[in-house]
Nanobody, 127 residues
Framework: QLQLVESGGGLVQTGGSLRVSCAAS????????MGWFRQAPGKEREFVAA????????DYADSVKGRFTISRSNAKITVYLQMNSLKPEDTAAYYC????????????????????WGQGTQVTVSS
């Protein structure tokens, strides 16, 4: 069983930067592929970024490619999402998710691919 706790959300102006973190506990973090999703008011939750068990494999939604960077520290059992050049349309609750993946470095894109979820952290970008 893995527990995930997000932090680092807040209010930022358009063009600003923010880093959200997701701390894991309860199981061996390096056995999990990780992902970030977001949900804006009135919209469905959508994929943002994913990273494999190591840092060697990452992928992003087209809407954030070139602006967001996902990374992980297996030593600190934390996954990060660095968000630059933020836009008002990035306003959402951001959720981290984990999928047990003992071998390989696959990234996953669908909500149903993931086994565990955090409670979310709110990111608001003012215009």
């Amino acid at each position: 069983q893995l527990q995930l706790v997000e932090s680092g959300g807040g209010l930022v102006q358009t063009g600003g930067s923010l880093r959200v973190s997701c701390a894991a506990s309860g199981d061996m973090f390096s056995n999990y592929a990780m992902g970030w999703f977001r949900q804006a008011p009135g919209k469905e939750r959508e994929f943002v970024a994913a990273i494999g068990r190591s840092e060697g494999n990452t992928d992003y939604a087209d809407s954030v490619k070139g602006r967001f960077t996902i990374s992980r520290s297996n030593a600190k059992i934390t996954v990060y999402l660095q968000m630059n050049s933020l836009k008002p349309e990035d306003t959402a609750a951001y959720y981290c998710a984990a999928r047990f993946s003992r071998v390989g470095d696959t990234v996953y894109y669908r909500e149903t691919d993931y086994n565990y979820w955090g409670q979310g952290t709110q990111v608001t970008v003012s215009s």
